[in-house]
């Protein structure tokens, strides 16, 4: 007799910092698979194991405190539970704190899931002097409790029986009760009658847990009610209000601070007996107290903070530097390699300007920020990032961010020079919604890579003296902006009190490899598939704007017919002489080669001015005008919407000095000097429009991503006005100061 | 013994919850983090400007914000 092949789901749950990712990733290897929870940006891990023939899915939910509805990571984890009806919970406890962590057991207990204990880092209790009885715990419990490592996979092998043992018996959820106290008790059982007799919320939840979660005040579980039964739900609400104004009365507290009391007085109760022995004094001085005492110290801390976060930037942005010139020139070479093999025209322009150069664009950023997160991951997982949040939470809370946006602010730009894309996925350590979107739409106003060569050419062109100077009074500029259009966003569209800083400082560890590697490859990808697909279709946009619609025909025979002029008047066949001819006729070729590239540029300014971004940009003229730019710069700053790299080049073709190299552009920085159309109060314009408008289109992408496309128009269009807005101050100040 | 607030406590300096004030979303994560009344909870360190505040709870650190943990009461000696 074969028994069919069985396969279970196990969800694995727990703290935060309780060793959570380390067993999901030693349990599950490399086969894992991210994905989001619909509508919101917490990851959705899963893993696959095949174990003596059980095919075994682990999900892995969000680290959480409690089962409450607090943040949308509790949220998952509890909708996942009720929904999926995972067979068995593996709850990792830290065996080192135990009361804390058994606070999320007794509620798995109360909602009844079949339930196994993973008692973590035993090893780590044993050095502090901690000893648990782990049959005596599985015994008050009534579920398994099976002691691991799960850094170096001790008793994994053991868990994962137990588990399957609990799958194969296939019990009935059973709920346990715990006593809230004779106010409460009584409130809970007349609920738990109206609740049972109109099966209200049956399907999903046990009864006393509904009850439980009405006294709690939990807004999903109250919203859920409304909607199952109005009249039912407003009796609930009825009572527990009434027991609720009773409680405030007579003790002056409410219910839910009642009820996480006794879940406490049951855990103290459990633990007392015998099931944690001290060995020697718990104030102990740890490792990881005597690390804190000079990385958190008032004068070290923030010098140890700067000289970490510099040794990031230089980690990323220096050494990430080789193989995003490999990359450069891998897309260099595919590009000449199809520019050869096609004839001139639509396809080939297509293929290279258009589909090489976009997703060039993009996988060239990969190497950054493969860089880029394997630097977070190892500050991340050894716990340090917590401690930056930590000390500079005082700042970021005055306009209105949190502590944890420091990190996405560096790597933006902070010190010149960043990338706004890894910066805006750094975003994901943030845990509260409102300072996460504040820190999401403001990072890119910070100067980026891609803004430095627009910066070093306008300032080389007219601050040649102050170059140092200005450099680094734009990066203060930059840094100003950003935190006061993060508060006016804060007192506006995503106003609302900042979400409470309690907060856990994880015990220093050392991360492990696999760890980090699993980290960043998952990020990394995650980039490469959401970037890709739509930056591709922008650039290939772009692309067309810039080339459509050509020349006419009369316009293209005119250049035509120049070109012809400069090869009758140089002749291409010379013959091969000797002495002063020769010297003359090397001259001539030179001459030719210098009159032929000339009308060349000629051409391309004219075609771009006819292309429909020229006309856009011949079009917004009489209001750009207001700012100081010309038809010339419009077109350069459309450009600078696919990416900021763009500009120089597009500055280059629209002032006719043919492909301007974006780091080698004195010819070009000369040509504006001369022109016009331009000097140091519209310089100041231009900077200040280009650092503040919209995002570039790989950044505005990844916004999207993390958040919706709403947010990612917003970013382009509050950004764009902003900017505007800023450098129409500035050309009209200026200009009435006479500063040009 | 004295019922003060966190903010009149040095650094390394014991006591033990007597109230919590809070409610709502803030109540809720600090009894989630362990802090309740008869909870032992130690100073562990304060950020280079004063604010926030580092608590050692059994065997956890817990960071909170000064406004915030003022509304947990103290006794301590």
């Known amino acids: ?740 | 013994m004295t019922t003060t607030s966190i903010r009149n406590l040095n650094c390394g300096q014991s006591c033990v919850i007597s109230t919590i004030r809070a409610e709502g979303e803030l109540g809720r994560r600090i009894r989630d983090m362990g802090l309740v009344p008869g909870t032992v909870v130690t100073i562990y360190g304060r950020a280079p400007l004063k604010d926030p505040v580092a608590l050692k709870v059994g065997g956890t650190i817990v960071t909170l914000r000064n406004s915030e943990a003022d509304h947990i009461m103290v006794t301590s000696d």
């Open chain 1, 1 to 740: 007799m074969t028994n069919p092949i069985q396969s279970y789901t196990f969800a694995l749950a727990g703290n935060p910092n309780a060793g959570k990712t380390t067993l999901f990733n030693h349990l599950t290897g490399a086969r894992q698979h991210v994905g989001n929870y619909p509508g919101i940006t917490v990851d959705r891990k899963e893993g696959y194991l095949n174990d003596n023939g059980r095919k075994i899915t682990i999900v892995d939910l969000p680290g959480t405190y409690s089962l409450t509805a607090y943040s949308a990571e509790e949220l998952v984890a509890r909708d996942f539970l009720v929904n999926e009806k995972p067979e068995v919970v593996i709850n990792i406890v830290d065996a080192s704190n135990l009361e804390r962590n058994l606070y999320l057991t007794t509620q798995f207990l109360e909602l009844g899931v079949p339930l196994v204990i993973a008692l973590n880092m035993v090893d780590v209790a044993k050095t502090r002097g901690i000893t648990v009885q782990a049959e005596k715990l599985e015994e008050i419990l009534g579920v398994p409790v099976v002691p691991i490592v799960a850094r170096s996979g001790l008793g994994t092998r053991a868990l994962l029986d137990a588990a399957c043992r609990i799958a194969a018996e296939g019990n009935a959820w059973q709920p346990l009760d715990i006593s809230y106290g004779d106010d409460l008790d009584a409130t809970i059982l007349r609920l738990v009658e109206v609740i049972t007799t109109s099966r209200f919320l049956t399907a999903r939840y046990p009864a006393r847990f509904t009850a439980i979660k009405y006294l709690e005040n939990d807004e999903q579980i109250l919203d859920r009610g409304r909607d199952e039964s109005p009249a039912i739900a407003a009796e609930l609400e009825a009572d527990v209000a009434r027991v609720s104004q009773h409680l405030q009365k007579t003790l002056n507290v409410f219910p839910e601070a009642i009820i996480a009391d006794h879940r406490y007085g049951y855990l103290k109760a459990v633990l007392r007996d015998g099931v944690i022995t001290h060995a020697f004094d718990v104030d102990r001085l740890y490792t990881s107290d005597k690390i804190d005492k000079v990385v958190t110290n008032r004068l070290l801390g923030p010098l140890i903070m700067i000289g970490i976060l510099l040794g990031l930037y230089q980690f990323t942005f220096s050494w990430s530097e080789i193989p995003v010139v490999w990359m450069e020139s891998f897309f260099g070479w595919l590009g000449a390699t199809v520019e050869n093999l096609l004839a001139e025209g639509p396809l080939r322009s297509l293929l290279v300007s258009g589909i090489i150069d976009g997703v060039g664009g993009v996988l060239g950023f990969v190497p950054l920020i493969l860089f880029m997160f394997f630097g977070i991951a190892v500050l991340e997982d050894s716990g340090y990032l917590a401690r930056v949040a930590y000390m500079m939470d005082r700042v970021f809370r005055s306009f209105g961010l949190h502590g944890s946006s420091v990190m996405p602010f560096i790597v933006s730009g902070g010190i010149a020079g960043g990338c706004a894309v890894p910066g805006v996925m750094a975003t994901r350590t943030l845990r509260s919604p409102k300072e996460r979107m504040a820190t999401l739409l403001t990072v890119p106003f910070m100067n980026c890579g891609a803004k430095l060569p627009v910066l070093a050419l306008l300032i080389g062109a007219f601050f040649a003296d102050h170059r140092a100077l200005m450099m680094f009074l734009f990066t203060m500029l930059a840094w100003l902006v950003a935190l006061c259009a993060a508060k006016f966003l804060r007192l506006t569209v995503l106003r609302g009190e900042s979400t409470p800083f309690v907060m856990e400082l994880p015990p220093y560890r050392f991360p492990t490899l696999r760890g980090l590697l699993i980290h960043t490859w998952e990020r990394t990808w995650q980039y490469i598939k959401k970037a890709g697909t739509v930056i591709l279709a922008i650039s290939i946009l772009l692309w067309a704007m810039m080339t459509y619609p050509g020349l006419p025909d009369a316009e293209q025979q005119n250049y035509t017919e120049q070109r012809q002029q400069v090869m009758a008047a140089y002749p291409e066949t010379m013959d091969e002489q000797g002495g002063v001819e020769a010297k003359h006729q090397v001259d001539a070729v030179d001459e030719r080669a210098a009159l032929l590239a000339a009308i060349d540029r000629e051409e391309s300014a004219a075609a771009l001015r006819h292309s429909a971004a020229g006309r856009i940009g011949l079009a917004l003229e009489s209001l750009s005008r207001l700012a100081g730019f010309d038809w010339r710069t419009n077109i350069a700053l459309i450009g600078g919407f696919a990416a900021k790299e763009v500009i120089v080049s597009t500055l280059g073709t629209a002032y006719s000095m043919g492909d301007v190299d974006a780091e080698e552009s004195a010819s070009l920085s000369k040509r504006l000097q001369r022109s016009d159309d331009w000097n140091r109060v519209v310089a100041v314009a231009a900077l200040v429009f280009i650092m503040f408008y919209a995002p570039c289109f790989v950044t505005v992408a990844c916004i999207a991503k993390e958040s919706s496309w709403r947010w990612a128009a917003f970013s382009m269009t509050f950004n764009t006005i902003f900017a505007f807005g800023l450098a129409v101050l500035v050309y009209q100040v200026g200009t009435i100061l006479g500063l040009g």
